[in-house]
């Protein structure tokens, strides 16, 4: 079964502060990882999409790293502001599953002043 | 780029009452995506259009839950009768097609409660 688990539930952090947030995933076979972003009251909107080959990809303030043999990938937020503040949801795709994606629970970011 | 247009924002029905919401999808992109998001929980595809055509509706609960995309464009998803645990909120998405290295784009959903 398609699962991806993420970790920390939660987490709270000081402005200005950096932060790592983990996702391990058991999807097969493995086409892609998302993170996304997904502020209180909005749909999800895409920060990285990384596949088999990529090991890290940048997007701004936030850093993404994938490890395809241990099926890790964490979301490196350097410099973190009160914008932040958000739920971070990754989520992968299998490359049979027609662009069906497998969804992480999130981790809820809270980023205080 | 308009973005994926969701109606209505929030919705307060009673139970066994029915609900519909409304969604437009990004101009061009033939695959449309319907999730169910509880608090606290990523989200749960319920159905995927490609063009007016169901590509997968395997977790769509059918003996309350209809959707449809007749001109493959808009799309409308029902609830009748509803349940108090279908208290979440209703997600649109779409994608340029159903290839996996797509994004697929997110509206900014329908809050349902049900009381």
């Known amino acids: 079964k398609n699962q991806v688990e993420q970790s920390p539930q939660s987490l709270i952090i000081l402005e200005g502060k950096n932060c790592t947030l983990q996702?391990?995933?058991?999807?097969?076979?493995?086409?892609?990882l998302r993170w996304y972003k997904q502020d209180t009251g909005r749909g999800p909107v895409s920060l990285t999409i990384?596949?088999?080959?990529?090991n890290t990809k940048s997007n701004g303030r936030y850093t993404a790293t994938l490890d395809a043999d241990t099926k890790q990938s964490s979301l490196h937020i350097t410099a973190s502001q009160l914008s932040d503040s958000a739920s971070y949801i990754c989520?992968?795709?299998?490359?049979?599953?027609?662009?069906?994606?497998?969804f992480g629970g999130g981790t809820r970011l809270m980023v205080k002043p | 780029e308009a973005g994926v247009a969701q109606s209505p924002r929030y919705k307060i029905i009673e139970k066994r009452q029915s609900v519909a919401f409304w969604c437009n999808p990004i101009?061009?992109?033939?695959?449309l995506y319907w999730y169910q998001q509880i608090l606290g929980q990523g989200p749960k595809l319920l159905i995927q259009?490609?063009?007016?055509?169901?590509?997968?509706d395997s977790q769509l609960p059918k003996d309350r839950f209809s959707a449809e995309r007749l001109k493959g464009v808009d799309s409308t998803l029902k609830i009748q009768p509803a349940k108090l645990e279908d208290s979440a909120v209703y997600l649109c998405?779409?994608?340029?097609?159903?290839?996996?290295?797509?994004?697929?784009?997110f509206g900014a959903g329908t809050r349902l409660s049900v009381l």
């Open positions: 996702c391990n995933y058991t999807v097969s076979p493995f086409s892609n």
């Open positions: 259009f490609q063009n007016n055509g169901v590509v997968d």
């Open positions: 989520v992968v795709s299998a490359t049979n599953a027609g662009n069906m994606l497998t």
């Open positions: 998405a779409s994608s340029l097609d159903s290839l996996a290295k797509n994004i697929q784009y």
């Open positions: 990384m596949t088999f080959s990529e």
């Open positions: 101009s061009g992109h033939a695959t």
